[in-house]
């Protein structure tokens, strides 16, 4: 693999995981999760650097259906990822308070707890549509020639299981309230367990990766009829 496929793929993973950390914010400190999420910045830079050729051809080509869904996703996570920045910087009393920022707090708050649920779910549907890329390179990685009847079978049925979990995850932690701003406060469980919180994390992340990934499919499939 070229040293570029590897920082890519590096760079992915570490803003994913940057990700889910950010989301556990009862259980950091707030200087913890401002340099976190300063890094996730970073990180977003050098995805859009080492991915810029989605941007020399993005006016190349034809539009499928599959093609139309990943652009779509691909600009509501810019979106999501720009609003959540922008009001991490003036939310900051670590990082940036250099900037010395004082106004507009109440907006910036439901800014970012609004961009955060966004980010979460689109990142998540950024993964599943790009799904088929990880499993290829995982397939080489552990040198499985072909897909066998068993993995045909039990991988589907644990992605469900999962994608059935982590929607009641979705219900049961009013993901839809936060990110349709009908509250102004994130309900926050000092007192959950942390291995808990991000089980559930997982599953949820598990849950839009695999309806992007199934949903990408089942469009090429219909291109190929």
Known sequence: MKPKAILKIAADILMT?????????????????????????????LHHILNGGWYRNLFRGKYSPSRILQLAADLLLFLAMI?????????????????????????ARLLHM??????FV???????????IFLG?????LRLKG??????ILLPILGAGIAAYGASVFVRRDFLTYMLLQTEFVF???SEPV???????????GTFVFLAYYASKLLRRRITK
Do not use: C
Request: charged share 10%.
């Open 147 to 152: 897909p066998s009847r068993l993995r045909k």
């Open 17 to 45: 995981l940057a990700l889910m950390f950010l989301m556990g914010y009862q259980f950091w400190s707030d200087t913890a999760h401002e340099w976190v999420g300063a890094g996730m910045f970073l990180l977003f830079i």
């Open 114 to 119: 609004a961009a955060s649920h966004w980010g």
């Open 195 to 205: 291995p808990l919180f991000y089980l559930d994390y997982l599953a949820l992340m």
């Open 83 to 107: 609003g959540l920045m922008v009001s991490g910087i003036m939310l900051s009393n670590h990082v940036f308070a250099f900037l010395n920022i004082r106004g507009g707090m109440s907006f």
């Open 188 to 190: 926050l469980d000092f």
């Open 137 to 141: 390179m995982a397939g080489k990685a």
């Open 122 to 132: 689109l990142m998540a549907l950024h993964l599943g549509l790009h799904w088929g």
